[in-house]
């Protein structure tokens, strides 16, 4: 099977080049657009699985770009490259049917687990029509178990509460809700990451805005929950709220009600509820910083998706999809893994769950030089901690007879700790962190940018985005 073809259209060259080489580098096959029109005539001579476009282009834009795709090819995917000045016009773009929007500058991260999505849905569309559980990999019974509350809860309004470790699979399961919902399936799903916005932007990015309301409000703009209308609004990291939002979000929950910012009118919300975290909740409660009686309103129904170590007889299985899906995406094949490997791997303690293995498989698979997969192709500090027994519980005291302790907010900063390999600095605090680089960087206390550079410098293989 071919690779995946990405259509990449800038007129910027040095954007639109550096977005070629990022993603040949990761072995997509990649054509280039100068302008919307331009693109148009690729369309037409090739079929392309995914559009990559830049907002402000002369003569044809990105929305209009996204119009013709739509209308021609309507099973292609369009993300959209904008500043945040255009963000409200990328909102109502996602109405239109754009898959995602991103702002510059562009982080290759955040990219790549786009991509990934979009393409996943353009892979897998026919079978989640009829499978909500399409594209989930399993065989474990606690899972399985929590596929029987998504069918009972999905012809229900009731609010879902998803908690598990990052890469757990929380994003796959809310989408099964939406999917299984026979009045909401036909509606958007939408999905904001609270913990990646200011509190002003995610109060904008929820309700919406009008014209005036603030510095840059240039016009009225819908939120988040009139886009989902009708449908499901995913709202992950919901520990990143702040107490005022927390107030507001718990309005629109009980009474289904909600201003825009800087607006005087009373809007309805005909959404359902799905709120992720990586926390618990109920601790977050014990030390006053989660409203109580908002806990209780979207604890409604709660699932807590159980980490890869306690899910290991699942790990063949999604080793070998991995591995399948990547060597289609390479243009290779790889036909499995060695013993040593998968030893290797059942040893480890995945501390970035399935979203850590399916990153550590693709770059497997891009080093591979034999058909199967062996030790030699696993990161240097897996093989090196390999030998730590998995972890079966969520516990911090637990992990750290795993994971080496890292030093407190402080302590490791790293001007003050020369004296140590930053290398292994920043691979212990990542690991305490669960790989969330935010955290990490203030343990470090360092900017979140010199971390990002520091992992490029250093050869470090991250697992999961913040």
């Known amino acids: 099977m071919e690779r995946n073809r990405i259509l990449v259209v800038d007129d910027d060259p040095l954007i639109r080049g550096s977005l070629y080489e990022m993603l040949r580098g990761r072995r997509y096959d990649v054509e280039m657009a100068s302008d919307g029109s331009e693109a148009m005539d690729h369309l037409r001579r090739r079929a392309f699985q995914l559009v990559i476009t830049d907002w402000k282009m002369p003569q044809v834009n990105g929305l209009s770009l996204l119009s013709h795709v739509k209308s021609h090819y309507p099973d292609v995917n369009v993300i959209l490259i904008t500043g945040f000045g255009n963000i409200s016009s990328a909102v109502e773009a996602i109405r239109q049917g754009a898959f995602d929007y991103l702002t510059k500058p562009i982080q290759p991260d955040e990219l790549e687990d786009t991509i990934k999505r979009a393409l996943t849905q353009y ?3 026919a079978d989640t029509a009829e499978d909500p559980f399409a594209g989930i990999i399993t065989q474990d019974p606690n899972v399985q178990q929590l596929f029987s509350i998504v069918r ?5 309004p009731a609010t879902v509460l998803l908690e598990g470790e990052s890469g757990t699979g929380k994003r796959l399961i809310a989408q099964a809700i939406h999917r299984a919902d026979p009045k909401r399936r036909q509606h958007p799903f939408i999905e904001i990451s609270c913990g990646a916005l200011p509190e002003t932007l995610l109060e904008s990015e929820l309700f919406g805005h009008v ?20 449908g499901t609004i995913l709202l992950d990291e ?3 709220f702040t107490s005022a939002l ?10 289904r009600l909600y201003e825009r910012v800087g607006d005087a009118r009373t809007l309805r919300a005909d959404v359902r ?3 992720a975290t990586n926390r618990r909740l109920v601790d977050l409660v014990k030390q006053g910083t989660f409203r109580e009686d908002l806990y209780y309103r979207i604890n409604v129904i709660a699932m807590r998706l159980p980490a890869l170590r306690e899910r290991l007889g699942d790990l063949p299985l999604l080793v070998e999809e991995f591995i399948a899906r990547s060597s289609r ?4 094949t790889i036909s499995g893994v060695s013993d040593a490997a998968m030893d290797t791997l059942r040893r480890y303690h995945w501390p970035g769950n399935i979203r850590q293995l399916e990153n550590v498989i693709e770059r497997a698979v891009i080093l591979a030089k034999h058909a199967k997969l062996d030790l030699e192709d696993l990161p240097e500090e897996m093989r090196f901690r390999s030998d730590a027994p998995a972890m079966a519980v969520d516990d911090r005291e637990e992990a750290a007879k795993v994971v080496p302790q890292a030093a407190q907010p402080g302590e490791a900063a790293l001007k003050d700790a020369l004296k140590l390999p930053e290398r292994d600095i920043i691979l212990k605090v990542l690991a305490e962190v669960r790989w969330n680089r935010s955290e990490a ?5 360092i900017h979140r940018s010199t971390l990002y550079h520091k992992i490029r410098q250093l050869g470090i293989q991250t697992f999961s985005r913040d």
Do not use: Y
């Open 246 to 255: 927390q107030v507001k979000l718990l309005r629109v929950i009980q009474d």
């Open 441 to 445: 960087a203030k343990r470090l206390g």
């Open 211 to 230: 014209k005036g309301a603030f510095t840059g409000a240039i016009r009225d703009r819908q939120g988040r929950f009139e886009v989902a209308e009708g």
């Open 123 to 125: 892979i897998l569309p």
């Open 152 to 156: 009972s809860v999905a012809a229900t």
């Open 238 to 240: 919901i520990d990143a």
């Open 273 to 275: 509820l799905i709120a």
């Open 329 to 332: 995406a390479m243009g290779k």
